[in-house]
């Protein structure tokens, strides 16, 4: 069985949502308190606009594009982030002072290096996220992708299962 670029691009797709949605659920674990009384809010549309310039992350997100506010990006005044999947990367990575030590906070911030890490160097030294044109990266390069994202979904959901026991 010849697998494509097309069809290997399609797989990275459906593992980083399948990593998404464990990472969502490990951060809705942690306590948000200090967040919601927080006056001085964190996000910043400039952070989101990578999630619409990115070629890759628009890849990712599909439909979900069309919702994106040029003004607050993906977020909302009262309910935070609106955006479901294909988040920027460092949304995974950044979390205020708050949460300085908080072992929960410090595994998913790992977590979203790993991903920053799978994806470097994707092609011509570039990171997938500035990748303009998605089929020039090499059948080798997607296929170690591919592999490092199966490694991390097993990875991380053994963590977030130990976690939660």
């Known amino acids: 069985m010849i697998i494509n670029n097309a069809d290997l691009l399609d797989g990275i797709k459906s593992i980083h949502l399948r990593i998404e949605i464990i990472l969502q659920q490990f951060a809705s674990k942690i306590s948000m308190t200090e967040c919601s009384k927080c006056t001085d809010i964190c996000c910043r549309e400039i952070f989101c606009r990578e999630s619409v310039e990115s070629t890759f992350l628009r890849f990712i997100m599909g439909e979900q594009i069309n919702l994106y506010n040029e ?5 909302h ?5 609106t955006i479901s ?4 990367l460092i949304c995974y990575e950044y979390f205020c002072f708050r949460f300085k030590g908080n072992p929960s906070v410090n595994k998913l911030k790992s977590y979203g290096s790993r ?4 994806y470097s160097k994707t092609y011509r030294n570039q990171h997938i996220l500035v990748i303009q044109d998605l089929n020039s990266i090499s059948r080798y390069r997607l296929e170690k992708i591919l592999n490092d994202l199966k490694d ?3 990875n991380t959901i053994k ?5 939660l026991s």
């Open 159 to 163: 963590s977030f299962e130990i976690t």
């Open 85 to 88: 999947f294909g988040r920027p």
């Open 152 to 154: 991390m979904e097993q």
């Open 115 to 118: 991903l920053k890490k799978i």
């Open 77 to 81: 005044r009262q309910s935070g982030c």
């Open 71 to 75: 003004t607050d990006g993906w977020l």
